[in-house]
């Protein structure tokens, strides 16, 4: 059900429900920020508060409550809330804490938390254990506590659970235009995704950054993904957190891979949300999509008046992925004119100083370093912390270089404390994207260049399942149901005796493989004899304490072994991990993450981020595997999960056996349950 916030996100009546400082600070917080609507105190004693004579009950107010700020305890709050509900109010604010984020503490949190649910109805509530918001675009605050804030035109929204983090956003000195600043606490109810796709709904919003503790409802998020992607408002996430893996990491190499953040990084990239780490690179990057929107390509050019920044952005915009493409001959002979024959022409630029304080001069040259091929050019500038007017020719000609050419055009501080607040606003009014830090600058153009690149994926993902008493099915099993999948196994048969796996032995080609069963890790147990003839298997299987055996043909010709994995993550569905196969890899840490189902397109894109992916396609002269029977094994694993997904946990083959002509699974591990 999607619930109308309009009325709670752009009210004309607040009520402010409860007594002390906290409900004067709500009332001085929407006045500051200009609200010219109907704000009311609401307390039984009918005191007065911040300068307001409250009023006994909220039925006594004669008009409709469009929001409401609740800051009294938790058992009156879930009272207010119902009788908000009553009264048809846009939307209340829970400030109260000790629901669902204290069950560890308090067992009934969860039930008062349930109970606050059924008491808002159809009503929208933030929180509980939340700030409220601000809304700068229509001067609205329902926050209880300082802000930084300003009234704005236009400008990103962000989105947090967290109300700490949230004040410290709003104080932020990046000349960042920041319309909403939303807290969504415990979401009982109201979810991010939800608000987000509220957001969209409001032209003025530019972009959106989301910071996220976790993912509840992922057909939300898909749907908040989609809508964005349609709208051209990019998302920008910074996602903190870890989700507990339902398997135990001893059993398997892909539960050790795939990680705690596997999951939420596969559906990140599912859903085309650029991801940053940090608060800086999140802040600079919605400074940037808000200035030039998401921008189209990975292609950057530099421009400095020193070689050791020139070098120092050069290498670190490597490690982001980023590509400095060379000068055409357009842009040399434009160089040249504008910079005489002492400057050497090249991308990242050192231009010297012989045009400094020269504006127009400067701006000439600049502007040679933008073109078509060009996704964003760095003009890397650090203002003293005093005398800033000597730099003033750096402002005026950043500034002319936009409104000549229009391309995206950014002016860097190499250190956050060396771009003053004052040029920022003034490069932001001229469009020119003020870009605290340099490392920032590069994994905010790196995010903007991302969000550009993915579109969404349509197709749902396979949502997780609970399923309890997990157990490991025996690897002929586990070969017998991916093969009815159309997953290729080598020839192979099984027995509980020594003397039993020998006489089947008898029957197969050599080399054969001789493996103990009833083992997570067979490797490590000694249960695994290769390149055996069938003569010698009796004497391999004496020599091994397992419950049974299981003997196979040898796979011969690989070119490289892959580990291809899934595992049931309950935040995010089931991940499906591709890496570097056989018993190195975990050594390796060579992998990547999809959730299923993934078409055969991302998989294929997927494997060629591997670092093996050389050896796949031929390395060096060297065969390569045959690329469709790798895809046509992954692709029986999906059918295998997506028609048992109601019982499965985890599936591993490792190592995927690749020969220029088939890929073949020479190891299996299923593990089940019960739904």
Not at 257 to 274: E, H, K, M, V, W
């Amino acid at each position: 059900m999607k619930r109308d916030l309009s009325r709670l996100l752009k009210p004309r009546s607040i009520a402010v429900i409860g007594g002390g400082a906290w409900c004067a600070s709500i009332i001085r917080a929407a006045q500051g920020i200009g609200f010219d609507g109907e704000i009311f105190p609401v307390h039984p004693s009918g005191k007065q508060i911040a300068g307001k004579a409250a009023i006994r009950r909220l039925e006594d107010w004669p008009g409709p409550i469009d929001a409401a700020f609740i800051g009294i305890n938790r058992v009156a709050t879930i009272e207010a809330v119902q009788a908000l509900s009553q009264l048809d109010a846009g939307g209340a604010v829970c400030f109260a804490s000790g629901f669902s984020e204290a069950k560890a503490e308090d067992a009934g949190g969860d039930l008062l938390q349930d109970q606050l649910i059924k008491a808002a109805g159809d009503m929208p509530v933030l929180g509980p254990n939340c700030y409220g918001f601000v809304n700068a675009a229509d001067r609205v605050a329902i926050w209880p506590d300082q802000h930084g804030m300003e009234p704005v035109e236009s400008g990103v929204a962000i989105l947090t659970q967290s109300s700490n983090i949230a004040i410290n956003l709003t104080m932020q000195q990046r000349a960042l235009p920041i319309a909403y600043m939303i807290t969504c606490g415990n979401m009982a109810q109201t979810s991010q995704a939800e608000i987000a796709l509220e957001l969209l709904e409001d032209t003025r919003v530019t972009a959106i950054g989301l910071h996220i503790e976790g993912f509840a409802d992922l057909r939300g998020w898909e749907a908040l993904a989609q809508k964005a992607h349609q709208c051209g408002v990019p998302l920008i996430a910074l996602k903190s957190g870890t989700s507990e893996q339902a398997q135990q990491a001893a059993l398997s190499h892909t539960a050790s891979l795939a990680g705690s953040d596997a999951g939420a990084q596969a559906f990140l990239d599912r859903l085309g949300i650029a991801r940053v780490h940090g608060l800086p690179e999140f802040l600079e990057t919605l400074k940037l999509v808000h200035c030039v929107g998401a921008l189209g390509s990975n292609r950057i050019s530099s421009i400095s008046c020193s070689g050791g920044e020139a070098s120092l952005i050069a290498d670190a915009a490597k490690a982001r992925g980023l590509t400095f493409p060379a000068l055409s001959e357009p842009q040399k002979n434009h160089l040249r004119a504008a910079l005489g024959p002492m400057v050497a022409l090249a991308n990242p630029l050192d231009y010297h100083t012989y045009i400094w304080r020269d504006a127009p001069a400067m701006a000439k040259a600049w502007a040679g370093m933008t073109g078509e091929d060009i996704a964003m050019t760095l003009s890397i500038v650090d203002y003293p912390t005093s005398q800033i007017g000597d730099w003033a020719c750096a402002t005026q000609a950043a500034l002319e270089v936009r409104a000549m050419t229009g391309a995206p055009f950014a002016v860097v501080s190499t250190l956050p404390e060396l771009m003053p607040k004052s040029v920022a606003q003034e490069l932001m009014q001229g469009g020119v994207v003020p870009m605290v830090g340099l490392n920032e600058a590069l994994v905010a153009v790196a995010a903007a260049a991302a969000a550009a690149s993915r579109t969404p994926t349509a197709e749902p993902v396979l949502l997780p399942r609970k399923t309890a008493a997990y157990s490991l099915v025996s690897e002929a099993e586990a070969k017998a149901a991916l093969a009815g999948c159309g997953l290729v196994v080598p020839v192979n048969s099984q027995a509980g005796s020594s003397e039993a796996i020998a006489e089947k032995a008898q029957g197969l080609t050599a080399p054969l493989a001789l493996k103990g069963t009833g083992l997570g890790h067979k490797s490590e147990h000694g249960a695994v004899r290769l390149n055996l003839a069938p003569d010698q298997v009796l004497a391999a299987a004496q020599n091994m304490d397992v419950e049974g055996y299981l003997v196979e043909e040898m796979v011969t010709g690989g070119v490289a072994e892959l580990l291809i994995g899934v595992i049931q993550d309950p935040a995010h569905g089931f991940v499906l991990t591709l890496a570097a196969g056989g018993v190195t890899t975990e050594l390796l840490q060579d992998s990547t993450s999809l959730l299923i189902p993934s078409e055969r397109a991302q998989v294929k894109q997927a494997l060629n981020r591997l670092r093996c992916a050389p050896i796949l396609a031929g390395y060096r002269g060297q065969p390569g595997a045959d690329t469709e029977s790798i895809l046509d094994a992954i692709d029986a694993i999906q059918a295998y999960v997506l028609a048992n997904a109601d019982t499965v946990g985890e599936v591993e083959v490792n190592p995927l056996i690749c020969t220029p002509t088939r890929a073949v699974a020479v190891d299996a591990l299923i593990r089940k349950g019960d739904p």
